[in-house]
């Protein structure tokens, strides 16, 4: 088997150089409507990027052990060919899309990926914030290692895929024309996935394709104009705590849960999850304060 690159570590010159273009040209031609770069986001970005250089080499260890071993006991072999490799990264992102959709619907899964999510800026810098964990260990890809593609042919495409999804990261192209817009995944699709208004949220999950989305139904066109980041905003640039911010979160709602169900809750529904009961509380003072009749002194003294 050919020795595979690393695409990613190859493209890293570009994604710094056109990081730079996309600036200037926001210096240049500014525009009032678009959010541009920040000085502290970007540079909490770039940190976050450098940084997963490293922790994704420890999270990667169980990953080729669990890949290695699968591809061991499977009988099937798909060589790596200019006629395979294309139906390689179809499958691939078929898997990258159920990935990432579990992302946004696990909050344990959720607290990894919404790093990426974590910027109220929309431009190439936030493709770098990257995640410093990876709690699935790489499951979503198995099926690609049981039919008899190599660990180093799935992570190979899996760098393909990461690589394509820079450029999308950006204000700075509106829309392509229909064909592309059809099938690919664009700077347009996915602004609406990094958009955090009500309508958009928790859509168009595609990697490279979005005919994906379209197929599951998670497809929404970009119609207004997306407002970025959180629902529930950071306000934090330090990139440990950016990493571990939802983790956080996670403990504390953890330490206050009754009993098991309530935990696995907290760890596997999704992550605006509660248990009925302080849903149930919350209403009930809610609708205290609202039934409160307001007495007067009058009122009062007659009683």
Known sequence: MPKLPDPVLWSIPAFILLTVVELISFLV???????????????????????SLFTNLLWKIPTVLLYNAVYALTPLRIGVHW????????????????????????????????????????????????????????????????????????????????????WIHT???????????????????????????????DRNFGGILIVWDRLFRTFTAETERPVY???????????????????ASIGRDLASAHGWRERFGYLLRGPGWAPASATSVEAVAVEAVTATPVTTPKAEATA
């Open 171 to 201: 204000e700075r192209i509106d829309r392509l024309g229909r064909p592309v817009e059809a099938v690919f995944n664009t700077p347009s699709h996915h602004r609406v996935h990094h958009a955090s208004q009500g309508g958009y949220l």
């Open 83 to 166: 006629t395979t490799v294309p139906l390689m990264l179809l499958l691939q992102d078929f898997c990258y899309y159920w990935s990432h959709r579990s992302n946004h619907r696990v909050r344990l899964l959720w607290a990894q990926h919404v790093v990426h999510h974590s910027s109220r800026h929309y431009n190439l810098s936030t493709a770098l914030r990257q995640p410093w964990t990876d709690l699935s260990f790489g499951v979503f890809y198995l099926p690609m290692v049981l039919l008899g593609i190599s660990p180093a042919a799935v992570a190979f495409c899996g760098s393909i895929s990461l690589v394509y999804q820079f």
């Open 229 to 247: 980041g959180l629902t529930k905003n950071i306000t934090t640039y330090n990139p440990l705590r950016v990493a571990t911010h939802e983790y």
């Open 29 to 51: 031609h500014p525009d009032e409507e678009e959010v541009g770069y920040a000085g502290k986001d970007t540079a909490t970005s770039l940190g976050m990027g450098l940084g």
